[in-house]
């Protein structure tokens, strides 16, 4: 824990006292989104401290030139970058003629924000004295609207304290943004319009090289005391802003208000030529509800939400607070209702790994998303890999792979690898295995087995392809080999059969050629149209079984181990508990040639396999690895905590699996990793809910049923959560005396409950 200043509370992040230092962490906290858009909480009036400004548009990128010492065959020829989007939120505040600026105050007293997670809502409040010794008292509250996903919705209220004050409003929308992360500080936005219709201003501009065209619009009413005024605007436009500016006086203790509706329409879900009117329209509409009665339906969307995603936590105020802030930004980043559209690791709150796609989607959101959503949702996630599959190809093409072998991404936004670090890029070709992996899990989960015939086979048969091209006989070892790898364990870099790598290159030969038999043998029409697609020959699948059953895992006989690569053990083996404190995080302390030389893991990685497949290993075995691997691993990475949490509740040992929930569900809340003010965690949220419904939980899938074996930690009182199986909901509530099962399907469902077969009675 790095910081404690999030005041604990079940259903809110709340901050009380304003803290110049801590304002970029509470920028990334308190950050909102829509599914279609988000925002960093900055304030929306002027702030001339450390601050990093960020609006963000789903599926608009650039691709940023790489920059790299020196240029190796095959590399990316740009990193993805999310762009920080024109600034629709500002509205700057002049008392008397002096601007509002908290970091120039006389005073700031009574400052508090809070962020409504039950509701979907930010509010900030504070009394100040500004320099010209003119008290007022603000509050200003704003959503992202579930309801109109392109409509972003503000109320400010100002109230003077000591005097009368003529109160001055400039709402903007400023095109003139940059990107705080940028290879060359290339100008990633073309502004081509800046204009106002009524009370109506925009900025129209476009992403240079991507020709993504962005609206960017606001409109704005005055009220005094909740009655709306007319005040004639004072309207200012430049190259690259929009502003009006609106007077009105306020007696002492009265309340001047703005209310600003503004957000994003873009080319990618209007005609170019039409962006004006479409953003003219929505925030028309939006402005004809009238705040209150957006605010009313973001609230009723947000209950609806809950109502499916909510996991309960009895007697123990963080750890609730924890997971509910996890649901939230995971919920904020992706709605499910387009394809398109996928999850960033920094979701909306920041600009750190180009906000693109990673294996983490497959690997730990899936599971999030097809417990908690309606199946499409989750089968969307997976399209979005199966469209770009084209473009995997072209990637493995690169790489001198051929006949169709696949190699997905690292990192990307279009289907294109776009990571510009060879370790990731080249090395860390493991994430081709989450893809089958997801597939996997969906189908087994879903039953929905007609997403292999319609798409997955396609893209395990590439995969396939690859695996079999990148592994090599080996003739001193006799197996096939898999060299010059970077495993999960991003600290080692460049190693030889890394185990959990080799896992799973043997397990996704197996699995494609397994359902290839069953497509061949249940689904004759499908089988003929993909093999003639793929031009699949049957020599192939020979082939690739032979390399699945002679693959090669390195062994210790002496520690009963799979070794996470060859040259393990040549290690100087200290464990992390013999680290010094002040050596952490040491990624952030240490030469990365010193890291690649350490026993320090970043997170699970041999025993990522094992979370993976657990069912293919014995509690021994698990225990044996857990032991060996976990207390050399540093947690650097914010996958880590969830996968160790899991497996130590599998192996009853709740102390350990609390500690690990609890860094896991606050490790932005609590700043683990000293970073929190780059943006949150999104993508390991989904391994926090992991950690509570299939590490505390218990619940698995065996042969097509639900599976509990609940867990409680001492600290709780109960738990519980729900999960969306084949259409019907199930509700599993944990106690320190028991579990409780209710369903509210029309039919039975029996489920294994310890080990026993329990029939839960349709709506009961």
């Not at 600034?87 to 003629?97: A, L």
């Amino acid at each position: 824990m790095n910081q404690d200043y999030i005041v604990p509370n079940e259903w809110s992040l709340i901050e009380e006292g304003f803290q110049a230092e801590k304002v970029k962490s509470s920028e990334s906290l308190f950050s909102m989104g829509n599914g279609a858009m988000g925002q960093r909480a900055n304030f929306e009036e002027q702030y001339s401290g450390a601050t990093f400004q960020g609006s963000y548009i789903a599926g608009v990128y650039y691709p940023d030139k790489t920059k790299v010492g020196w240029w190796k065959n095959g590399y990316p020829e740009y990193f993805a970058k999310v762009l920080n989007a024109p600034n629709w939120i500002g509205i700057n505040i002049e008392i008397e003629g002096e601007p509002l600026d908290l970091y120039t105050c006389k005073s700031v007293k009574d400052f508090r924000r809070e962020l409504n997670m039950k509701e979907g809502w930010h509010k900030r409040s504070f009394n100040a004295i500004l320099p010209n010794d003119i008290e007022i008292e603000v509050t200003a509250t704003r959503f992202l609207s579930l309801y109109l996903d392109e409509v972003g919705a503000i109320k400010y209220n100002v109230t003077p304290i000591n005097k009368n004050a003529e109160i001055t409003f400039i709402p903007y929308v400023d095109g003139g943004i940059t990107n705080e992360d940028t290879n060359w500080d290339d100008a990633f936005w073309d502004v081509y319009d800046a204009d106002t219709e009524g009370n109506f201003g925009y900025v129209v501009s476009k992403t240079n090289k991507t020709e993504f065209h962005v609206c960017t619009g606001m409109v704005s009413e005055i009220f005094l005391d909740e009655k709306q005024q007319q005040p004639t605007p004072e309207i200012n436009k430049e190259l690259l802003k929009t502003s009006f500016g609106y007077k009105v006086t306020a007696q002492k203790g009265q309340t001047a208000s703005i209310e600003k509706m503004g957000g994003y329409v873009t080319s990618l879900n209007h005609q170019k030529v039409n962006l004006i009117e479409a953003s003219m329209k929505v925030l028309q509409k939006a402005s004809g509800l009238g705040f209150e009665a957006l605010l009313q339906k973001q609230k009723e969307a947000w209950t609806a939400i809950w109502q499916m995603a909510d996991i309960t936590i009895e007697g123990d105020v963080k750890a609730q607070q924890g997971i509910r802030f996890n649901i939230f930004h995971l919920n904020q980043t992706y709605s499910g209702k387009d394809a398109r559209l996928n999850i960033g690791p920094k979701g909306f709150t920041g600009e750190k790994y180009g906000g693109s796609t990673y294996w983490d989607t497959e690997a730990y959101c899936i599971p999030f998303y097809m417990a908690t959503k309606d199946d499409k949702v989750a089968r969307n996630l997976l399209a979005y890999r199966y469209n770009q599959l084209e473009k995997a190809m072209e990637n493995a093409e690169k790489l001198g792979f051929k006949n169709g072998a696949a190699l997905y991404p690292m990192v990307t936004m279009n289907g294109e690898e776009c990571h510009n670090e060879w370790e990731i890029t080249f090395e860390e070709i493991h994430r081709n295995g989450a893809m089958v992996y997801a597939i996997h899990n969906y189908t087994r989960y879903t039953g929905d087995y007609g997403y292999i015939l319609e798409m997955g086979l396609e893209v395990m048969i590439a995969i396939a392809r690859f695996w079999y091209q990148r592994a090599n006989f080996s003739s001193a070892k006799n197996k096939y080999v898999i060299l010059g790898v970077t495993g999960p364990n991003e600290y080692e870099n460049n190693v030889n059969n890394n185990w959990y790598t080799n896992y799973i290159a043997k397990w996704c030969l197996e699995y494609a050629a397994e359902n290839i038999e069953k497509v061949k043998t249940d689904f004759e029409k499908d089988y003929n149209r993909i093999i003639d697609k793929t031009q699949l020959a049957a020599k192939e699948v020979a082939q690739w079984l032979d390399v699945a059953t002679n693959m090669y895992f390195p062994y210790s006989e002496d520690h009963q181990v799979f070794l996470q690569q060859d040259g393990f053990l040549d290690k100087e083996l200290i464990t992390v508990e013999n680290l010094p404190k002040d050596q952490r995080p040491i990624n952030q302390k240490w030469s990365w040639d010193r890291i690649l030389r350490s026993p320090y893991i970043k997170q699970a990685d041999t025993l990522q396999g094992f979370y993976f497949f657990e069912d293919r290993f014995s509690k021994e075995e698990l225990k044996r690895h857990f032991d060996f691997y976990e207390p050399f691993t540093v947690h650097e990475s914010s996958l880590s905590p969830c996968v160790h949490s899991i497996q130590a509740a599998v192996l009853d040992r709740m102390e350990q699996a609390y500690t690990f929930y609890l860094r896991t569900s606050r490790l932005d809340l609590d700043d683990y990793n000293k970073e929190v003010h780059e943006g949150l965690h999104i993508t390991s949220m989904a391994g926090t809910w992991m950690s509570i419904v299939e590490g505390f939980g218990g619940m698995r899938l065996r042969e097509g049923k639900l599976t509990f074996q609940p867990r409680i930690p001492k600290q709780w009182k109960g738990f519980s959560f729900k999960v969306n199986f084949r259409g019907q909901i199930v509700k599993i509530n944990v106690t320190q005396n028991g579990t409780a099962f209710t369903t509210d399907g029309k039919n039975d469902l029996t489920i294994l409950l310890n080990g026993k077969e329990t029939l839960i009675k349709a709506n009961q």
